[in-house]
């Protein structure tokens, strides 16, 4: 079965720091798996090299079998692979729900769509309110999301890496901060 997501003896280096050393590795579709490793050891630039936010020194990477080694970010995003930030990366003026609404958008074809109009796409709303619910954020759903407490940011993070409908989702350091619970 072709794999989900492809590493072929990736390498990156920063000037003369050669950080990422030959990665090879077949994630298959259906899988969660995690990658870890003391800080440092290139975790995150991993990720930004498989979601093309750095270009790769030299290997390639393939998504679901389409080669996606030289593609910006929105295009390797928009052939169906998400990923939330360590560091979190919302829209903080934004409220919760208009924050998921960003995300479920382009995968719903409404990308360059006027704010009425999204006020009224039911199919966007539902899903957007269906990733709240499961977030239990619902009850913030107005608030803006800068004013959320840490955990909560972390929970919309992970909200609008997951309401695009991607298949393929890379999660950096998601719990980072938060409690068990
Ligand atoms: N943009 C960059 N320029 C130079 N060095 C970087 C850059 N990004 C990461 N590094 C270095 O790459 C190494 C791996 O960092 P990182 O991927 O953040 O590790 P991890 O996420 O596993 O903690 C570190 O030594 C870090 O300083
Ligand atoms: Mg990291």
Redo the contacts with the bound molecule.
């Keep these: 079965m072709t794999p989900a997501l492809e590493l072929v003896d990736v390498q990156k280096s920063?000037?003369r720091?050669a950080?990422i050393r030959g990665v090879s590795l077949a994630i298959e579709a259906g899988t969660r798996q995690a990658l870890i490793?003391?800080?440092?050891?290139?975790?995150?630039?991993?990720?930004?090299l498989v979601t093309g936010k750095?270009p790769v020194s030299s290997g390639r990477i393939r998504l679901n079998g389409e080669e996606i080694t030289e593609l910006r970010p929105y295009e390797i995003n928009r052939r169906g692979l998400s990923r939330s930030f360590?560091v979190t990366n919302i829209f903080s003026r934004l409220s919760v729900f208009e924050n998921l609404r960003c995300s479920v958008l382009w995968s719903r074809g409404y990308g360059y769509s006027f704010w009425h109009l999204v006020e009224n796409a039911r199919d966007v709303r539902e899903r957007a309110e269906t990733v709240m619910e499961q977030l239990n954020l619902t009850a913030r759903r107005h608030m803006p999301a800068g004013l959320l407490a840490y955990a909560e940011q972390r929970a919309l993070e992970i909200g609008i890496a997951i309401a695009g409908g991607a298949d393929v989702i890379l999660l950096?350091?998601p719990t980072s901060g938060m409690s068990r619970s």
């Design positions: 920063f000037g720091s950080i490793g003391p800080n440092g050891a290139g975790k995150s630039t991993l990720f930004n750095y360590q950096d350091e």
